[in-house]
């Protein structure tokens, strides 16, 4: 039994916590919303993975970007928010065997952009 998941809530804002070994898209409300949102990302490593850090580099890049040619927008609410244009990080919380056990049996998981922290 890990207990990495009270820290985390202890930490952050906006923790949604889903239990289980294997996860569909009728799981829960929170996972649902995650793989509607297009900026979702689940944190596990592989060869399809970007580290952590060029995404949010290459993501600062596309908003300065946006701004360049949009100076006058106001900045959205949801885009601090945690709102439907707002980034998500999905986290599985076990041992490396059930995390890997947790993607073989939860296809839907495999839609997600995957991110890694960088060596």
């Given at each position: 039994?890990?207990?990495t998941?009270p820290?985390i809530r202890?930490?952050?804002?906006g ?9 569909s898209?009728q799981s829960s409300?929170a996972l649902?919303?995650a ?19 060029q ?10 970007e ?19 244009s ?20 939860s296809?839907?998981?495999?839609r ?8």
């Amino acid at each position: 039994r890990t207990s990495t998941v009270p820290l985390i809530r202890l930490c952050m804002n906006g923790v949604e916590i889903c239990k289980g070994t294997q996860f569909s898209e009728q799981s829960s409300k929170a996972l649902r919303s995650a793989l509607e949102n297009p900026r979702a990302l689940l944190l596990y490593p592989g060869e399809d993975a970007i580290p952590l850090e060029q995404y949010i580099r290459e993501e600062s890049e596309l908003v300065q970007e946006e701004e360049a040619e949009h100076p006058k927008r106001l900045p959205n609410k949801s885009d601090h928010d945690g709102g439907s244009s707002g980034h998500l990080l999905v986290v599985l919380d076990g041992t490396w065997q059930q995390a890997h056990g947790i993607i073989r049996k939860s296809p839907c998981l495999k839609r997600l952009r995957r991110v890694m922290f960088d060596d």
